[in-house]
């Protein structure tokens, strides 16, 4: 049964480059987004949050992803995890050094992980995504591509730029990159040298000890169909399988393998010597399992189905609050999301609208929607605005904390409202025409009205949707005289009416000069 | 350094010399009236974007007057915002491919189109249909998203505006061709020849700070584009210069050719039905002699299709 590693290590690092290549600033850009929809609905995350929100296509491969998980345990963690395989990676990077890795077998901490798991789930129940953000790892990847590799890339690829530039050949681009936030970086560099530390030290630790994902399939792998177990009749007990198990799960002494903790790398079965470790159907009776554990296990995944569950009312009944009460101390929470509050009960702060936004105007926030709410993305009109025209966000949103709208919806989804500070005008400042704000809104909400001999902005809110444009576009310094401020709960802008000034003539009069 | 190499070498440099100043001596030393030069406006009405374009260059005696074989030109029409081109918000695409398209048919060595974007650049070239234009017609498309391709520029008859960066393909450029559309403007009232010039330069918060007529009038003072084609063929008349909808245009199939970057703007603020001496830049740019407003002292070749 060696061929079972074989596939794994193929599967996996296909994927791993593919799905890595599309999250980074090329690949975003080469490959259609209908491919990152299909890698990313195979991530059990963001299919779990999506498929209790609605049902779609995420959920068609969330139930085969479980239902593989019953057939054979957690084999999704070795294959599809893109974390995972980052350990994966490092592991294997160890093992060049240290010529065999030497794991032990320690008891799984189930308690632990299965507390983690409950914290987890019942506080995004309550609408704090905390823990999710924090440790689920789909999010967790893409949040180290979009604020690490990407950057980097960029770093690469306009120092190249500037190379090529002196010769004046054109074909690259510079490639901005918007303000780095600190403790953003900071944040996401600690969850890496986390993760790199953990798989390092003990395997996939994480996995086992904090991963909400490990949690959930290793739930169900405890009744999976086949698993892999020690042929006694073969085994000679020589201890390497437990020596390359990268989730601690085998203990050779006992011959037994915890199955719910193993991550399905199939490693045992290539390296057993005799063919002494088999993949076959359980047998009737769970050795290492009592009745009362099983009934107890039964229950605890009742219950946990049943929070998830929760997790759909809340969200419904947010959604439907009136309200829109205004301030600047709220974040701007992009089009689609529906208002702050739903949109920071479901997002995971992936990143994945970060990184693709092509106005670069969504920006991972640090503590804007709260502690509970660390790292998911706001509207940043200091270094752009959104593109009047561009749906591109709720396109790629993996969890449905952005909805997709279709762009004539999208112009009148109002996420915010502009207000003019008359005292910092240009106009009223400077006494000189100015008009950038007008210039730049794409509803005319900011409109230009007599002033004296000049021009001065005039706003109509029922017009304005929020976009920032205007606040991006104004040049008053040092305190802008367009601001835009947060509608907690996304309304609906007005659509202006449309009057012809004339009607389309080809008449043709005379020159008049 | 022997006599004879001395000849050959100041033999070379002269005609080197000769080849690169040649269009502009020309036209100073008045060597250009003959071949049609004397023509102050040129004014098209009744044709299609192209067609237009070809009538009105026929004046001049073909583009050819103004571009020569192996010279670098610029071709910088207004791709501000990301819009279709029926909204008339950027210049019209047609147009351009032309304007390209006779460049190269002149001996261009190569034709350079961009625009400093207000909106996000990639989607403003693609979706105004103008990268594909100049795609086709055998012209590139540059981006000017970077202030790393724009270097510090003396503005010296500038009176707010001293310093500006200029993007640097105009810099290189043997022939620059300023191809603005005509339309309303929320700012500065109407946006033309000169105004399109703020597409070339960085920082373009400096003007609005610092009262941006007299900005754009001072800029004019220092770059002054080999030619100005004015598209008026669809003319947006409010909700400028991005505008709400189709709703804001009106068709006026019409075209302005000038050397002068002040007489056209005065002949296009008329066409648009306003007094040119109400857009202040205009008044300001004739008073700092960038150009001139009396059109009925000039010589204007209209031509009804």
Redesign the interface.
């Known amino acids: 049964m060696r061929w079972l590693k074989k596939i794994r290590v193929f599967v996996a690092v296909g994927f791993f480059l593919v799905i890595t290549f599309i999250l980074t600033n090329l690949g975003e850009k080469l490959i259609p987004t209908f491919f990152l929809n299909l890698l990313v609905a195979l991530q059990v995350g963001p299919a779990v949050i999506k498929s209790l929100l609605s049902l779609s296509w995420f959920s068609v491969s969330l139930l085969i992803i479980l239902l593989i998980t019953l057939l054979f345990g957690r084999v999704y963690c070795s294959t599809l995890c893109p974390l995972g395989i980052l350990q994966d990676v490092f592991i294997r990077l160890k093992r060049l050094n240290v010529k065999r890795n030497r794991f032990v077998y320690k008891k799984p901490l189930y308690t632990f992980h299965y507390f983690i798991f409950t914290l987890t789930v019942v506080l995004a129940v309550l609408g704090v995504p905390l823990f999710v953000i924090l440790l689920e790892p789909f999010s967790g990847f893409s949040r180290i591509v979009a604020n690490i590799i990407n950057p980097i890339l960029a770093v690469i690829n306009n120092w190249v730029f500037?190379i090529f530039?002196t010769f004046d050949l054109?074909f690259l681009?510079?490639i901005?990159i918007g303000y780095i936030n600190v403790y953003i970086v900071v944040l996401v560099a600690l969850f890496f040298i986390l993760i790199t530390f953990l798989a390092l030290y003990r395997g996939r630790l994480y996995c086992n000890l904090l991963c909400p994902v490990g949690a959930l399939l290793s739930l169900i792998s405890r009744v999976s169909i086949f698993r892999i177990s020690i042929d006694e009749n073969n085994c000679i007990e020589c201890g390497l399988c437990e020596r390359v198990c990268k989730a601690n799960c085998i203990n050779s002494a006992a011959k037994e393998i915890d199955f719910s903790a193993c991550i399905g790398c199939y490693n045992c079965i290539d390296l057993c010597p005799t063919n002494g470790v088999v993949l076959k159907r359980r047998r009737c009776i769970v050795k290492n399992l009592q009745n009362d554990v099983d009934r107890r296990r039964r229950q605890f995944l009742e219950e946990s189905m049943k929070s998830f569950a929760g997790l759909i009312l809340p969200i419904r009944s947010l959604s439907k609050k009136g309200g829109g009460e205004v301030s600047r101390r709220f974040p701007i929470s992009p089009p689609g999301s529906g208002g702050i509050d739903r949109f920071s009960s479901i997002c995971t702060a992936c990143h994945l609208c970060v990184n693709s936004c092509?106005?670069q105007v969504l920006y991972p926030s640090f503590l804007d929607y709260g502690i509970g709410g660390i790292l998911q993305p706001k509207m940043n009109y200091s270094i752009s605005y959104c593109?009047?025209?561009?749906v591109r966000c709720g396109q790629v949103c993996p969890t449905g904390a952005i909805l997709p709208l279709n762009p004539a919806e999208k112009k009148q989804v109002q996420i915010g409202r502009a207000v003019f500070i008359r005292e910092n005008c240009?106009v009223v400042r400077?006494k000189?025409?100015?008009?950038?704000c007008?210039?730049?809104?794409?509803?005319?909400a900011a409109?230009?009205v007599p002033y004296g001999n000049l021009?001065i902005p005039e706003l109509n809110t029922d017009l304005c949707i929020g976009c920032g444009a205007c606040e991006y576009?104004c040049?008053?310094?040092p305190h802008k005289a367009m601001v835009v401020v947060s509608n907690v709960v996304h309304q609906k802008a007005k659509l202006?009416e449309?009057?012809?000034?004339?009607p389309?003539?080809?008449e043709?009069q005379d020159?008049?000069? | 350094m022997d006599r004879r190499t001395f000849f050959k070498k100041g033999f070379a440099t002269a005609v080197t010399l000769s080849a690169f100043y040649s269009e502009r001596t020309f036209a100073l030393l008045g060597f250009g009236k003959e071949a049609g030069l004397t023509v102050d406006l040129v004014a098209v009405k009744g044709g299609e974007p192209d067609e237009m374009f070809r009538r009105g260059i026929k004046v001049y005696g073909g583009l050819g007057k103004f571009v020569k074989k192996g010279q670098k030109v610029v071709v910088k029409p207004n791709i501000g915002w990301d819009v279709t081109p029926e909204r008339a918000a950027n210049t019209n695409p047609k147009l351009v491919y032309e304007i390209v398209r006779h460049c190269i048919d002149a001996g261009a060595k190569e034709v350079h189109v961009f625009d400093h974007t207000c909106d996000n650049w990639e989607r403003c070239y693609k979706n105004s249909g103008i990268e594909k234009a100049v795609k086709d017609a055998g012209g590139k498309m540059a981006p000017g998203n970077a202030e790393s391709y724009y270097h510090e520029v003396t503005v010296s008859a500038g009176k707010n505006l001293k310093k500006a960066k200029e993007h640097e393909l105009v810099l290189e450029a043997d022939v620059f061709i300023n191809v603005p559309v005509l339309k309303d403007h929320g700012g500065s009232r109407l946006t033309i020849a000169m105004k399109n010039l703020m597409g070339i330069v960085w920082d373009r918060g400096y003007w609005h700070r610092n009262d941006l007529h007299q900005c754009i009038a001072d800029f004019a003072t220092y770059r002054k584009p080999t030619l100005n084609i004015v598209d008026a063929y669809a003319v947006m008349k409010k909700n400028g210069p991005r505008g709400r909808s189709i709703d804001d245009i009106v068709i006026m199939k019409s075209l302005l050719i000038s050397t002068d970057i002040v007489a056209i703007d005065t002949a296009a603020a008329k066409l648009f039905g306003y007094d040119p001496s109400d857009v202040n830049y205009i008044q300001i740019a004739a008073e700092q002699k960038v150009g001139r407003m009396d059109l009925e002292n000039l010589h204007i070749e209209r031509i009804t299709i």
């Open positions: 500037n530039e054109m681009y510079p901005h092509p106005t593109n009047y025209d561009c240009i400077m000189t025409d100015c008009g950038a007008s210039e730049h809104c794409p509803t005319k409109h230009m021009y576009a040049p008053a310094e202006p449309s009057n012809n000034i004339e389309h003539s080809n043709l020159f008049p000069f």
